[in-house]
């Protein structure tokens, strides 16, 4: 069984930069998509950024695009999410998720496509 946990939240200022860990362990995520949602409070769980097994391929929501970036590095089991320019917006619960495996296409983007989940980490940006 695939477990996944998240590490790197924390209260920052708009403007700063955060990049967030997720580490897997009972099982490789190297042939999962990978994925990143993030829910902040009174709303509901939202798309942030997606990567394919291999790294090839990797999308992001409108809202983080150009500031965000996902990135995997499959020898150490690992998926990451860079932050920048971070704005007050951005504050929530950022959960990583794991898609089936293997699976050597592409992405989603729908959140019931996805398998194995963190507990997540808090992100706060104040202004």
């Known amino acids: 069984q695939v477990q996944l946990v998240e590490s790197g939240g924390r209260s920052v200022q708009a403007g700063g930069s955060l990049t967030l860990s997720c580490a897997a362990s009972g099982g490789t995520v190297n042939r999962n998509y990978m994925g990143w949602y993030r829910q902040a409070p009174g709303k509901e769980r939202e798309f942030v950024a997606a990567i394919n097994w291999n790294g090839g391929s990797t999308a992001y929501a409108g809202s983080v695009e150009g500031r965000f970036t996902i990135s995997r590095y499959n020898a150490k089991n690992t998926v990451s999410l860079t932050m920048n320019n971070l704005e007050p917006e951005d504050t929530a619960v950022y959960y990583c998720?794991?898609?089936?495996?293997?699976?050597?296409?592409?992405?989603?983007?729908?959140?019931?496509?996805?398998?194995?989940w963190g507990q997540g980490t808090q992100v706060t940006v104040s202004s």
């Open positions: 998720a794991a898609g089936p495996s293997p699976y050597y296409g592409d992405f989603y983007r729908d959140h019931t496509r996805y398998v194995y």
